[in-house]
């Protein structure tokens, strides 16, 4: 499976949101500006993840967008199910009736077993999980940078 851009981005929006909680709403041009992400774009991904329940818009002056719950209880399976549809390797994964092989067929078992692992993977890390290996990436991203000029 390869994740397209809805699936990327919208996982870098609600980062950006995690990250941001405590200070509010982010603008959707704040958070495009700094995800780099087009904000015609960024906005055509919210929509569904608001529609699942995974973000809120504020309006006025002091608007934009924050996450509808913890970030402890919005997973990259929530996400990534939201932007790309179902999380699995082929089809007959999914609809067992679009083949007529799948009762009897070894591969099919393994493309399943292969889509239960990638959708345990997902269900198992949590925005929180991610801002704190953000957090952990940028000290040892300075650690080095001081390293390299001392």
Avoid at 37 to 64: D, F, M, T, W
């Amino acid at each position: 499976m390869k994740l397209s851009t809805r699936g990327r981005y919208g996982v870098r929006a609600l980062l950006e949101m995690a990250v941001s909680q405590e200070a509010g709403p982010v603008p959707i041009n704040k958070l495009a500006e700094r995800q780099e992400i087009s904000a015609k774009y960024l906005e055509q991904l919210l929509i569904p993840l608001k529609a699942a329940g995974l973000v809120n818009s504020v309006r006025g002056a002091r608007g934009g967008y924050v996450l509808a719950r913890r970030p402890d209880q919005i997973t990259l399976y929530d996400i990534v199910s939201v932007l790309e549809g179902p999380v699995v390797v082929v089809d007959c994964v999914e609809n067992p009736d679009s083949c007529d092989r799948v009762g009897g067929c070894v591969v099919h078992l393994l493309w399943d077993e292969m889509s239960r692992r990638m959708q345990q993977f997902l269900t198992d890390v949590s925005l929180s999980d991610m801002v704190a290996r953000s957090q952990r990436q940028n000290c040892e991203y300075k650690a080095q940078r001081a390293d390299a000029v001392g």
